[in-house]
Nanobody, 125 residues
Framework: VQLQASGGGLVQPGGSLRLSCTAS????????IGWFRQAPGKEREGVSC????????RYADSVKGRFTISRDNAKNTVYLHVDSLKPEDTAVYYC???????????????????WGQGTLVTVSS
């Protein structure tokens, strides 16, 4: 599976972006796509994930109410709508796949198999 993340950029505080993650290759091998981020000098953080089969999703507490994850199965694409951005949201955002999960998808990066190259989000005035 190959993953292509895109949509990052420079945005002012309070602004919005839409990040995209498109999968190609053996796309039937996974059921979950997750978004993670890593800021300079910090550990990787799970942001959100979604089940491609039933749309169930999970969000980190730090982004609840501001970020929304959605999927387009026909395009093998997951979107992360990021709103009300704060400077502390500045990071490289990665997407990754997980074969399956029991219950709602997890945000533990170590469980995920394939990773995209990341897209940089910079929140600054």
């Amino acid at each position: 599976v190959q993953l292509q993340a895109s949509g990052g950029g420079l945005v002012q505080p309070g602004g919005s972006l839409r990040l995209s993650c498109t999968a190609s290759g053996f796309t039937s091998s996974y059921n979950v796509i997750g978004w993670f981020r890593q800021a300079p000098g910090k550990e990787r953080e799970g942001v959100s994930c979604v089940s491609m089969s039933d749309g169930s999703a999970r969000y980190a507490d730090s982004v609840k109410g501001r970020f929304t994850i959605s999927r387009d199965n026909a395009k093998n694409t997951v979107y992360l709508h990021v709103d009300s951005l704060k400077p502390e949201d500045t990071a490289v955002y990665y997407c990754a796949t997980l074969g399956s999960s029991f219950g709602v998808c997890p945000l533990h990066g170590a469980l995920y198999d394939y990773w995209g190259q990341g897209t940089l989000v910079t929140v600054s005035s």
